[in-house]
């Protein structure tokens, strides 16, 4: 499987390796006047899909449907790709801060 922006760049697509072609896309959270789209590399984990984007918002997506699991609003651009230690998932925001949500849950 590979996943890879889509266009136009606002959108995520992952594709399966046989034909290359998407499976399903999402359109990421963007802000008119920001970084549009997908701005990480994404975490997959037990067939979740876990990115950010330059709407200031970590998406959970399930990998067979691309539906979406749950979000968390950020105050600014998320600009680290997430990490997850047991249930917890970490990232980077463009505010300098450093934050934990519950990858299964999210926030609550």
């Known amino acids: ?4 922006p889509a266009p136009p760049p606002s959108r ?12 399903w896309t999402v359109n990421a959270p963007h802000e008119p ?29 399930d990998l067979a449907t691309g539906r979406e699991k749950w979000r968390f609003r950020a105050p600014r651009v998320v600009d680290s790709s997430p990490a997850r230690i047991g249930d917890l ?5 463009f505010d300098r ?3 934990a949500v519950n990858a299964i849950h999210g926030p609550e």
């Not at 995520?12 to 499976?23: D, E, K, L």
């Not at 006047?33 to 997506?61: E, F, M, W, Y």
């Not at 998932?89 to 925001?93: A, E, K, R, S, V």
């Open 1 to 4: 499987m590979c996943l890879s």
């Open 12 to 23: 995520c697509a992952p594709s399966t390796r046989r034909t290359g072609r998407p499976r």
């Open 33 to 61: 006047d920001r970084s549009d789209g997908v701005q990480t590399s994404p975490l997959i984990h037990h067939g979740t899909v876990h990115t950010g984007s330059g709407g200031n918002t970590v998406l959970a997506l």
């Open 89 to 93: 998932l970490y990232f980077g925001c």
């Open 97 to 99: 801060g450093l934050y």
